[in-house]
């Protein structure tokens, strides 16, 4: 990879390094499965070199924090996310024992940030629990950041309710506006919110040639007759467009891509780093669920 200029090296510093590939297979598109060790430590070196210092990984991800803990990420700020919070055991027994095991994995000190993974138990009984927990948590060092990982604005709207995070993981890309234009942004930048972004390629499938996208996202063609319309007119590699669009919103601090190999990476970084500033992007926002929401995918 050629030496970085100034504005390139600071795209490459807003990426975060996703590991869900690291401890299983993950994404619509993943045709290679888990990589080894070796290639995951060669990730790690890449992103490393290229100004890269956020890692998002999560205890669900396998043995993702166990692989990361043998490379060695001392250097990086890890962002993890707590799996459901069981309402039978003592809740904050229970959350510190989570963290002291991610911590030990993973071979660290502190986590930057530990987001609840199922932020709606909030609104329960418990829910008081677990937010003085998390606050125990931060006092006591264990954590820098505490947050949530939300799928929709409706989630992100009950969450404030009850407290205002430090933290917000949400799904973000051309295809999903929705807490752009819910003025989601704008009310979190307001808070001092930290904000992170995923699934920039909607889990690879805007990445994938027209002709390899299953029937069962056919209901969406309009969707997909402007966005290739537009790759084919502006002759622009649609990893370039995807993330050009989440990186043009500067409230934006940390946008999380998940790759398999160093080569994935490499081949990411270099379209990023070696093409011009994208202006100007096609009109793909939808609001149904059925597309944006992976989750829903009926494959």
Known sequence: MTKLSRIHHEKARHLALGTAQFGMPYGIAN????????????????????????IDTALVYGDSENILGEVGVQDFKIVTKLPEVPENLPIDDWIKQQIEASLSHLKIDQLYALLLHKPEQLEFEIGREIINTLVDCKKEGLVKKIGVSVYSPTEMECIFTKFIPDIVQLPFNLVDRRFFDDGWFIKLQKHQVEIHTRSAFLQGLLLMPHQEIRDSFSKWNYVWSKWFNWLEKTKIHPTHGCLEFVLSFPQIHRVVIGVDHSRHLAEILDILIHNPTIREFPSIATDDVELINPSLWKL
């Open 31 to 54: 045709k290679t499965g888990k990589p080894s060790v070796d290639e995951v430590a060669k990730v790690i070196e890449l992103a490393r070199s290229v100004g890269m210092d956020t």
